[in-house]
């Protein structure tokens, strides 16, 4: 399955945004990539997914690079209950698709 | 509010000791999970059902078994419980596959201990 990496940490102020980055260099044409959070003393929970274009919701939005072997998910305006853990992971829905693989994920931490 | 809900929080066990851990939705979806998450290694996918009495290994199966005879209820039984499954627990499931979406509800968790 296509690995995915991201940073163990990273520190935002409240209201401003912020980017997280996530590394897929072995990602196959067929992935996509999703992004799910976990609050702390809860399980995870969806945020968003993509394949090509770059996607907004109401919770972020995802950046995808032209080569797919990177992207980032921004949150635009940082709040106190978007300290969580931040998951990127790849999913081949013709493969696999009742599996996703989760790795350490990003620990965001944002000051008030 | 779409629902997944674990019989405990907390569990304290001893080794040797059989240990169920119930997951119960009420989506009436087809699939459902168990993970271990542990610090370091993020979530790892233990056993999966996609449909009444049919399951699946996931990566880490050894040590544990599953049973799904409803489809909203799907435990995971520690048949001898012991200390390196001290860990978190967590219960998902999702609906068909509705193209490459199909998101995952989570449970809130069990964390297990096993002395």
């Known amino acids: 399955d296509a690995k995915t990496t991201q940073p163990n940490s990273m520190e935002s102020n409240e209201e401003e945004p912020v980017h997280l980055p996530c590394n897929h260099s072995?990602?196959?044409?067929?992935?996509?990539i999703h992004w799910y959070r976990q609050l702390p003393s809860q399980g995870p929970e969806y945020v968003i997914h993509?394949?090509?274009s770059n996607v907004n919701n109401r919770m972020a939005s995802l950046a995808i690079a032209e080569d797919r072997k990177s992207s980032t998910l921004i949150l635009h305006r940082a709040t106190l209950r978007d300290a969580a853990v931040y998951y990127c992971i790849l999913r081949d829905p013709l493969v696999n698709f009742n599996k996703f693989y989760f790795g350490s994920g990003t620990k965001l931490n944002v000051k008030p | 509010d779409v629902k997944v809900t674990q019989s405990s929080r907390y569990l304290v066990k001893r080794t040797g000791e059989k240990v169920f851990l119930e997951c119960v939705q009420d989506m009436d979806h087809e699939n459902m999970f168990w993970y271990r998450q542990d610090p370091g290694l993020g979530l790892r996918l233990i056993y999966f059902s996609y449909d009444v009495k049919m399951k699946e290994k996931g990566d880490i199966p050894e040590g544990y078994s599953v049973s799904r005879e409803k489809k909203e209820r799907f435990s995971l039984i520690l048949e001898s419980a012991s200390t390196n499954q001290t860990s978190m627990y967590l219960c998902?499931?999702?609906?068909?596959?509705?193209?490459?979406?199909?998101?995952?509800?989570f449970g809130p968790g069990t964390r297990l201990t096993v002395l």
């Open positions: 993509g394949l090509t």
């Open positions: 998902a499931s999702s609906g068909p596959p509705a193209g490459p979406y199909n998101e995952q509800f």
């Open positions: 072995t990602i196959s044409g067929t992935d996509y």
